[in-house]
């Protein structure tokens, strides 16, 4: 279950949402999207590997990844029972100790951002909570507890949110002058807030938005995919695929397939790709 928190969590997060049960697979890809990502672990500790070139990780009591720029591989326990968060790009930011792009395709344990105590503390509260409903408003209320004012954070919302209306198709330069600031400067403040610069964070949003929109039970045109979403050619296409999520266009698609024959209909299908 999930739910959208309130003001003004609202500006910073997607939705809150509690996990529980066995994942169709026992690893899962997670290819990069425009938006970040806590979880409270409250069940065996799960495994990510950012990227082919690092090394897997385990993480007990949860975890904090910035807007990323590689796929991510989730292995989960079996069954697997968590509570989380799905910010927007600029969510993380009022909630974090240090800059978001210290954290760039870098997990880091939720105990290294809120301290050992207080996580416990956190985790036990929810793990003994009556019902998910109730999860997650202590969740909420614990996020409101830590939410503080950030320098900047107008700025970089409303820019990324020009970024995302066009999907991605907004022009850096422009954006920058509107806000009266240089290109330099708009993409130091992003590095702090978000952990990517406006341009990556365009390039996430335009892919994503690509992504979304293929049907993989129909045919497709893949030419006029990528013309359509601004790619340069159907090479540039397939060169952005494999950077974003370590395969090919057609290969990307036969996993897709795969999911929908193995598990029609499961809420999972659409963006997490089986892993093994």
Same mark, same amino acid.
């Given at each position: 279950?999930?739910?959208?928190?309130? *003001?003004? +969590?609202?500006?910073?997060? !997607?939705?809150?949402?509690?996990?529980?049960?066995?994942?169709?697979?026992?690893?899962?890809?997670?290819?990069?999207? *425009?938006?970040?990502?806590?979880?409270?672990?409250?069940?065996?500790?799960?495994?990510?590997?950012?990227?082919?070139?690092?090394?897997?990780?385990?993480?007990?009591?949860?975890?904090?990844? =910035?807007?990323?720029?590689?796929?991510?591989?989730? &292995?989960?326990?079996?069954?697997?029972?968590?509570?989380?968060?799905?910010?927007?790009?600029?969510?993380?930011?009022?909630? +974090?100790?240090?800059?978001?792009?210290?954290?760039? !395709?870098?997990?880091?344990?939720? /105990?290294?951002?809120?301290?050992?105590?207080?996580?416990?503390? +956190?985790?036990?509260?929810?793990?003994?909570?009556?019902? *998910?409903?109730?999860?997650?408003?202590?969740?909420?209320?614990?996020?409101?507890?830590?939410?503080?004012?950030?320098?900047?954070?107008?700025?970089?919302?409303?820019?990324?949110?020009? %970024?995302?209306? =066009?999907? @991605?198709?907004?022009? %850096?330069?422009?954006?920058?002058?509107? $806000?009266?600031?240089?290109?330099?400067?708009?993409?130091?403040?992003?590095?702090?807030?978000?952990?990517?610069?406006?341009?990556?964070?365009?390039?996430?949003?335009?892919?994503?938005?690509?992504?979304?929109? %293929?049907?993989?039970?129909?045919?497709?045109?893949? @030419?006029?995919? $990528?013309?359509?979403?601004?790619?340069?050619?159907?090479?540039?296409? &397939?060169?952005?695929?494999?950077?974003?999520?370590?395969?090919? *266009?057609?290969?990307? %698609?036969?996993?897709?397939?795969?999911?929908?024959? /193995?598990?029609?209909?499961?809420?999972? !299908?659409?963006?997490?790709?089986?892993?093994?």
């Amino acid at each position: 279950m999930s739910r959208v928190p309130r *003001p003004p +969590l609202d500006e910073l997060i !997607d939705d809150l949402y509690y996990l529980e049960g066995a994942p169709p697979y026992a690893r899962l890809t997670l290819p990069p999207a *425009p938006s970040a990502l806590l979880v409270v672990n409250l069940g065996a500790p799960f495994r990510i590997r950012a990227g082919t070139d690092l090394e897997t990780a385990e993480y007990a009591d949860g975890c904090v990844i =910035t807007t990323p720029t590689r796929a991510y591989e989730f &292995g989960y326990p079996r069954p697997t029972r968590s509570v989380g968060v799905h910010f927007k790009p600029w969510g993380p930011a009022s909630f +974090l100790p240090m800059p978001a792009a210290e954290l760039r !395709d870098r997990p880091v344990t939720l /105990e290294q951002v809120w301290g050992r105590a207080a996580v416990a503390e +956190l985790r036990d509260r929810l793990a003994t909570a009556d019902d *998910p409903r109730r999860m997650l408003t202590l969740l909420e209320d614990e996020l409101r507890r830590r939410l503080r004012e950030t320098t900047g954070l107008a700025l970089v919302r409303h820019v990324s949110s020009v %970024i995302a209306a =066009t999907r @991605g198709a907004a022009a %850096i330069g422009d954006l920058s002058t509107a $806000a009266g600031v240089s290109s330099t400067q708009l993409a130091q403040r992003f590095k702090e807030l978000v952990g990517v610069t406006p341009k990556r964070l365009a390039r996430t949003y335009r892919f994503a938005a690509t992504v979304f929109s %293929i049907d993989p039970t129909a045919p497709i045109d893949w @030419g006029g995919l $990528a013309g359509g979403a601004g790619y340069f050619d159907q090479a540039h296409f &397939g060169h952005e695929f494999r950077a974003f999520t370590g395969l090919t *266009p057609t290969r990307y %698609i036969e996993v897709r397939r795969r999911f929908l024959r /193995e598990h029609p209909g499961h809420p999972f !299908d659409g963006w997490p790709l089986p892993a093994d």
